[in-house]
T-cell receptor
Framework: SQQGEEDPQALSIQEGENATMNCSYKTSINNLQWYRQNSGRGLVHLILIRSNEREKHSGRLRVTLDTSKKSSSLLITASRAADTASYFCATVIQGAQKLVFGQGTRLTINP | DGGITQSPKYLFRKEGQNVTLSCEQNLNHDAMYWYRQDPGQGLRLIYYSQIVNDFQKGDIAEGYSVSREKKESFPLTVTSAQKNPTAFYLC?????????????FGPGTRLTVT
């Protein structure tokens, strides 16, 4: 089964609003990463947060990590039409040398 | 330009034929990965390689084969044994610095088998 599960599966908001996506995982991790995928394209790395970090910012992105709850959230502030994409969380499990991806959240920004 | 290239973008094959998907990177990355993505789904790991001449099975390796003869190249063969090969295939590479394993993805190959 997938290590990471995103919630919600789909999210539709108006341009300018904030978008929040959540990711839960099952086992201890080294780090958690968020990726974006535009329709029919490859994935693009957005941000990495290590297991000893609680919050990280990158431009309009804010990621939090709660290792006690085994969960992370991605906040996109002041959304734009160009943010329309699928967003995936991926975890590096302790002792493993690979990423395990969740099912993704499909985000639609309405103009 | 540095990056990962996958060719072709679209590939059509008849059932029963083997097909090889190309993946090349000029990022000098040690590790390379192959994923399969089905519509509306996440990525599932097929094979990965941490170093030249070595590779490991991922979660769904049955019906697939790979080789890693050069650092820059990691071709994937979809064999006739793969029961449902139609999918979007993504190749990625990683520098393996520290514990990051941040991955860089190619544009993907969409394979249709009829």
């Amino acid at each position: 089964s997938q290590q990471g599960e995103e919630d919600p599966q789909a999210l539709s908001i108006q341009e300018g609003e904030n978008a929040t996506m959540n990711c839960s995982y099952k086992t201890s991790i080294n780090n958690l990463q968020w990726y974006r995928q535009n329709s029919g394209r490859g994935l693009v790395h957005l941000i990495l947060i290590r297991s000893n970090e609680r919050e990280k910012h990158s431009g309009r992105l804010r990621v939090t990590l709660d290792t006690s709850k085994k969960s992370s959230s991605l906040l996109i502030t002041a959304s734009r039409a160009a943010d329309t994409a699928s967003y995936f969380c991926a975890t590096v499990i302790q002792g493993a040398q690979k990423l395990v991806f969740g099912q993704g959240t499909r985000l639609t920004i309405n103009p | 330009d540095g990056g990962i290239t996958q060719s072709p973008k679209y590939l059509f094959r008849k059932e029963g034929q083997n097909v090889t998907l190309s993946c090349e990177q000029n990022l000098n990355h040690d590790a390379m990965y192959w994923y399969r993505q089905d519509p509306g789904q996440g990525l599932r790991l097929i094979y990965y390689s941490q170093i030249v001449n070595d590779f490991q099975k991922g979660d769904i390796a049955e019906g697939y084969s790979v080789s890693r003869e050069k650092k820059e190249s990691f071709p994937l063969t979809v064999t006739s044994a793969q029961k449902n090969p139609t999918a979007f295939y993504l190749c990625a590479s990683s520098p393996r610095r520290g514990d990051g394993y941040e991955q860089y993805f190619g544009p993907g190959t969409r394979l249709t088998v009829t």
